[in-house]
Structure formats: C-alpha cells, structure tokens
C-alpha cells in the first residue's frame, strides 16, 4: 500500500562540499579489463573535484576488448549494480564518477537505489550526504524507491536523526519506508521507537505489515520483555496471515520466552506440530530448547530434546549450545558428558560455539582439569575462547590461573577485548593484586576501554578490594556512565572498608541518580548497619525493602538476620528466619551464628539439628559458629562432640578457624597444656590469632611459664605487636610481678609502639554515645564511672567472673 501525504517542508539541504574518494581496496571478480582514468574535472553538478588514481581492474573472468569508454548508460548501470551486489562500494561509485567524467547524461541513469547502496555500504555519513545533495538537484527524489535507499543509507551511517527527518519530509511513503524505519530503530536498540512506528503504520494509517516489519517488531517486545506488546503484534501477524511462516513463528517462540510466558510459546509450538514443512526446522526446536534453559525449565528442555531426537530431526550446533547452557546452569556433569559424545555423532566438534559451550560446561561444572584440555586441543583459539576459559577462571576460583591465561594470550594475539579486560581484573581483585590490577588499567586505557561501564566498574572494584578507596572513587566519579554494577562497587568497597558514613551516603547519592537498587545494594547497606549495630538504621532499610519488594530475597532475608543479630535483636533474626520461604545454607549459618553470639545454646543447637535434618550438609562456617557457642559457653564436652562429628560424621578436615575455637575453648575451662598440645599437632601453621587466644586464656589463669612459651611464637609472627605486649604485661602485673611487666611496657615504648584505646558506643534516642578507655572528656564521666562500678560489683556478687582479652 502507498500512503500519499504533502510536502509540508523542504527535503534535506545540498552539501556541496567536494568529494574524495579513496584507491579501493579490493579488486572486483566479475567485471574485467575496465580500464578507468580520471582526472579532476569541474562538472556543473558540483559533484565531483575528486582525486581518483588510474587503476587498472583485472578478473579472472577476462572480456575479449579492453573498454576505454561506457558504451551505454545500460551498461555502467549493470557494472554499478554488480560492483555494489559483490560489496565494491568504491569501484561502484567510480563507476558512476566515470560517467560523469565522461559526459555522460546521468539524468538516463536508472540505478541509483542501487548507486545510494554504494554509499551506504561506505558508511560514511559526510559522502552520504553528498549524493543526496547530487540527487536531490538531478530531481529524481520523486521516485520513493530512490528516497527510500537514502533512508536506508542514513540508518547504515548511524545517522538516526537524520533518518528521522527524512521520513517525515517524504511526499510519498510506502511499505517499504516504514519497514526501514522499524528495522532501523530495532538494530540501533531503540526498541521503543520501533514498537511506536509499528503502531503508527498499522493504527494510523490502516498498512498491514509484512514480514519484515513483523519480525523487527517481535524482536523489539523480546528485548524489552513486553508481553502486552507482544500479544498485540502476534494478533497482528494472525490478522495479516503470516503465523505459518517459518521464521515468525520462531521469532514469536523466542518473543514469549523472554517475557516469560512459557504457556503461549508452547501453545504456538503446539499448534505448528501437524505442518510437516514447520515441524521438521530444526531452529524452531531450538528456540523452544534454549528458551525452557533460559526460563529454568530444565526437565522441559530435555524432554522435548529427546522428543526431537525420537522424531528423527537432527541437532545442530544451536541445539547442542543449549543443552550445553542447561548442564551449566543446572551443574550436571553427567548429561553433559553424554552431550559431549553425541558432538562426535552429528559432526560438530569443531564449531567455535560448541567448543566454547562445552568448554564453559566442563569449568562452571567445576572440572577445570577436563575445560583446560578442551581448550588446550581446540584449533579455535579466537576471543571468544579466550574470553571463555578466562573468564570462567576467574568466575570459579582459579584468579591465579585466569591471570597464567591472560599473559598466555598476550603473548599469542594480544587485542583483548572488553570482556577479558573484565575478567582479569576480577582475577586480580580476588588476589588484591592491586599492582597487577594497575597494569590491565594501563592497558585498559591505552585500547580505549576505561570508559566502558563494565570495564570501569570492574576497575572501581579491584582499588576498593585493595583498600584503595580514594582511587576507587576517583575511577568511579570519571565514569561517563554509572549503571547499578558500577555504584554497588563503590557501595560494597566502602562497607568492606568498615567507611560507613560513605558508603550510606553514597547509597542515597544513587538514588538521588533514580537508579533502582537491587539485593546485592542491600546486602552491602545491611552489612553497614550490622558494623554499626545502628537498631533504628537497621528497620529503616528492613521498611524501604518491604516497600520495594525486595525483602522475600533469600540474600536479602540473609542479610537481615546477620545485622538483627549484630544489633542485639535477635528474635528479629528467628521471626525473619522462620517467614523465609526458602533457605540456604548461608540462612543456616546466619541464624546459627546468631543464636550462638547471644548465648542461646541450647536453641542452636536445636537449629543445628533441623539443618541436618532438612537434608542441608553443614560446613567449616556452621561448625566455627557451633563450637565458638560451646566456647562462651563453657560446654566443653559439647564442643569437642561436634569437633569430633565434623570430620567423622561430615568428613570436613577442620581448618584454622575450627582449631581456634577448640584452642579458645580448652583454654577458657582450664585445659591450657591440652590447648597447646592441639596448637602443635595440627596440620595448618598456627597463626598470631591461636596463639594469642591461648596467651589470654594462660592470662586468665595465671600460667606464667606456658605464657612466656606462647609470646615467643606470637612475637616471632608479629614483631611490631603491641598488643600481645600489653597483655603479657597485665598477665605479670596481676601476678604481682610488676618488674617484669614494666619491662615489656618499657620494650613496648623503646620500639615505638603505641596501643590503640578501646572504643564502644551506643545509641540512645537516635544519638550515639561514643566511649573510649580511660576518657574523661565526658560532661558526665563521673556518673558513667560510677554507674559501671556499680554494675561491675553487681554482676560479680551475683557468680559472673569477667574474661577481658587486653589485646
């Protein structure tokens, strides 16, 4: 249909500017021994002054005479349109320069869709305009055909505005012009537009779309993930009876997977069966395979999967990249060593994409051993498979290796592309390598990388991971876009920095910038408020979850019963616990560790129990929460049964961390020659933690001979330590052996050292109140003094006994 609207302004102005048009690079294969000379020469179209060096063109399709002139306007239309159909853009426009050169009238000139092509196939928006200038004053933009390849050549360039204003400015518009203008939004990512031009063409003014406008249409609602629009186009694509074409149907498929609705993709594939022609394309199988992996539907994918197999359609590599994806994401290494030997069947070992879908299986899988061979065998070693393999390294807890990987490919190819920049920079902030991580920045920047937000945001979190937090935030404030990744690096790198004023002020700084926060800003915030064990902090940001609709996360819900615990409120951290519709083994943990901080023992150990029982295996973390518990709480005997349970029951060898707390909890009941005797046999190098627990606990029940023992090894560890002095000084101050202990405070003062103050707050009324030891800045120190004195005889007559660790 043609839709005739009037000229209500004038067509685009004439650049008038003088053309150059460089050597082509390539030679043409189907015209030969054209021989082409130019000269500049003035033309009274003003589109020339070029400078065109004689070239000879040869083929190996060679003509009988050498032509010197175009015999006819015929014929140069045949060459321009052969030159332009095998991608010579430049000869093609030679051509046509030719003509003019030689005085030829072009106002016979037929081709000039094809000429614009040409241009378009240049992609250079300043030529472009030129001929359209050229045409423009020729007077053949009557022809809509002709306007429509200037529309198309303006989309090639990149040159959206421009494209725009075109078509509002044409007398005449038909399909093909609104097709133009649909696809064009559609491939330049403005989804919106495109669905807006669809809408406009088909309610507005009445023109039933065709295949083209339909398809970009349908992969606009998929990448926006519209399903109302995308009901509205399939009940137009019904209407207009093309619901029976092949590649409609699987762009329809792929549409409603992406929204989400599982029902109407089936309902469509479904319907579709019966058709021999449809039922036998491979890539509609596909379609459905890849959309249940990406939906989740994994028992559906493989279903169906074998359903193709059993009706005798066979896989392709799309198919196979599939199956790949759903053992990654389902962890099955079993079914994907099946798939594995089926590439062998079909004849795909050796497509990139299923080399690289399984490589990703095998490392996500966490067979590095069996992904590294299939890397190291492939001969496809292109960026997508270095980016693969590094990546995956990186992503699965092999930073050291991806870096190994990364220098390798240096060496091989070198051009790397964002996302290898971005994988190795999380390889070096796994290390906190930070003058490695300084080096991919160099190099980040010399390839024109550091403005890409991916790249960047990586960047801010490698300085924050390395404690560099001035930096990070001066990489994060010379980003040119902030997306959410980029702000929660900054957030996460001032929580973990314990900055907490910064890091909540840089969380309202995002949301001043409209950018929605999502579980992981939450995490971080909560984080924050548990360092602070701000109460009121803390239920403020539990309201804005509840109304975001955030709170029903499992991560979200971990947080939360973490900070209450931290906060003092732990029947808060059970109520939040108990509404979780799904846990983790991290849920686990949090409520154990919470439970076990506020002394309820007993109730832990219950938690304990139905973790068990719920069938979720506990870990190194569950039992350092468990027998830290038992520690406080002096049940000794206890301890040493989960001690004992987590390797025998569990099989878990027990870490530094585990042999703390029994090293903690042996030498609080008095067993400190069966604290050391464990520090000695154990596998792991003690470290200055163990040792010093065990010099605190021979503090607390004055044994002065292990003591000194213990502060050699501590002091061998940590030289420069003050704190560790102190208290090996307080241990001989309170066995009345003040020489010795003027001694080590003397060492502590000739060394240089100096002992921070102990500082602790508390929030009253939404006001805190910080103290320090032995402060008296207070206005009211006096009656703090006394209150604590007060309370210290009061809990002393009532059997507590005080273990102060001075270190």
Not at 30 to 42: A, G, K, Q, R, W
Not at 531 to 537: A, R
Not at 770 to 775: E, L, N
């Amino acid at each position: 249909m043609v839709l005739v609207r009037p000229l209500n302004s004038p067509l685009l102005p004439l650049y008038p500017d003088q053309f150059n048009l460089q050597t082509p690079s390539k030679t043409p294969h189907h015209i030969s021994n054209l021989v082409i000379v130019t000269s500049p020469v003035s033309c009274s179209l003003r589109f020339q002054k070029f400078n065109y060096n004689p070239i000879q063109k040869w083929s190996s399709k060679p003509l009988s005479t050498k032509i010197q002139t175009f015999v006819s306007v015929s014929f140069a239309n045949n060459v321009i349109r052969e030159y332009t159909e095998d991608g010579f853009f430049d000869d093609a426009i030679g051509v046509y320069l030719k003509m003019l050169d030689d005085g030829v009238k072009v106002e016979e000139f037929r081709y000039f869709p094809c000429l614009i092509k040409a241009f378009g196939g240049l992609c250079d928006v300043y030529k472009g305009r030129q001929i359209h200038g050229h045409v423009l004053k020729l007077g053949v933009l009557d022809d809509v055909s002709v306007v429509n390849s200037l529309l198309t050549m303006y989309w090639k360039c990149g040159v959206v505005e421009d494209a725009v204003q075109m078509f509002e400015k044409m007398p005449e518009v038909d399909l093909v012009s609104w097709n133009t203008m649909i696809s064009g939004f559609q491939k330049s990512m403005d989804y919106t537009r495109s669905l807006m031009f669809f809408r406009s063409m088909v309610w507005e003014f009445g023109i039933y779309p065709n295949r083209v406008a339909c398809v970009s249409s349908i992969l606009s609602c998929s990448s926006l993930q519209s399903l109302t629009h995308g009901r509205e186009i399939h009940g137009v694509v019904v209407k207009s009876g093309l619901d029976v074409e092949e590649y409609l149907v699987s762009s329809l498929i792929e549409m409603y997977m992406k929204c989400g609705s599982i029902k109407n993709a089936e309902n469509i594939f479904n319907s579709i069966l019966d058709k021999d022609s449809v039922r036998r394309n491979a890539v509609i199988w596909n379609v459905m395979i890849s959309g249940y992996v990406s939906n989740g539907c994994f028992s559906q994918a493989l279903l169906l999967f074998i359903k193709m197999m059993v009706w005798g359609i066979k896989p392709d590599y799309s198919t196979m990249v599939s199956l790949f994806s759903l053992c990654s994401e389902s962890l099955d290494i079993a079914f994907g060593k099946q798939i594995h030997g089926l590439i062998f069947k079909f004849g795909l070992k050796n497509n990139i994409r299923v080399e690289t879908a399984l490589l990703d299986m095998y490392l996500k899988c966490g067979d590095m051993g069996t992904g590294l061979k299939i890397f190291r065998r492939s001969q496809n070693h292109n960026l997508i498979m270095w980016s693969a393999v590094i990546s995956n390294c990186a992503q699965s807890g092999c930073p050291t290796k991806a870096l190994e990987l990364f220098y390798e490919f240096k060496m091989e190819d070198g051009l790397a592309d964002s996302g290898i920049l971005v994988a190795v920079l999380r390889a070096c902030s796994s290390l906190t390598l930070k003058p490695e991580g300084m080096q991919i920045h160099g190099l980040a920047t010399k390839m024109g990388f550091v403005s890409d937000v991916f790249v960047g945001s990586a960047l801010v979190d490698l300085y924050a991971k390395c404690r560099d937090m001035g930096y990070s935030k001066k990489v994060f404030l010379r980003l040119s876009q902030k997306d959410l990744v980029s702000w929660n690096a900054l957030i996460s790198g001032y929580a973990q920095d314990e900055c907490a004023d910064e890091a909540l002020k840089a969380f309202r700084d995002m949301q001043l910038e409209e950018i929605r926060p999502n579980t992981v800003t939450i995490a971080c915030i909560l984080s924050v408020c548990a360092h602070l064990s701000v109460m009121t902090l803390c239920k403020e940001v539990h309201g804005y979850l509840i109304r975001q609709g955030l709170g029903s996360t499992v991560l979200v819900s971990n947080s939360l019963i973490a900070t209450y615990a931290k906060c003092g409120d732990i029947n808060s951290s059970l109520y939040t616990f108990e509404k979780m519709p799904e846990r983790n083994d991290v849920s686990w943990n949090s409520i154990i560790l919470g439970m076990g901080m506020h002394s309820r023992t007993d109730e832990m150990i219950v938690l304990f129990d139905k973790m068990v029982a719920s069938g979720i295996k506990p870990d190194h973390v569950t039992f350092t929460a468990i027998l830290s518990a038992c520690s406080h709480a002096g049940r000794v005997d206890e301890g040493c049964k989960y001690f004992k349970s987590m390797v025998e029951d569990f099989n878990l060898k027990p870490q530094l961390e585990q042999y703390t707390c029994m090293v903690d909890l042996l030498g609080r009941a008095g067993h400190l020659n069966q604290a050391y005797d464990l520090i000695m046999a154990m596998p792991c190098t003690p470290d200055d933690r163990i040792w010093g627990s065990l010099l605190g606990s021979c503090k607390n029940h004055g044994d002065e001979i292990l003591a000194e023992i213990v502060a050699n090894h501590i002091f061998k560890l940590v030289p420069s330590s003050v704190g560790y002095r102190v208290l090996l000084a307080n241990l001989y101050e309170n066995l009345g052996k003040g020489r010795e202990g003027s001694k080590v405070r003397s060492e502590i003062k000739d060394m240089g050292l100096k002992k921070k103050p102990g500082c602790s707050w508390i929030e009253v009324d939404n006001n805190f109140h910080i103290f320090i030891a032995g402060d008296r800045s207070h206005s009211q120190s006096d009656e703090i003094y006394a209150a604590v004195e007060s309370l210290t005889t009061e809990i002393k007559r009532a059997g507590y006994i005080p273990q102060i660790y001075s270190y």
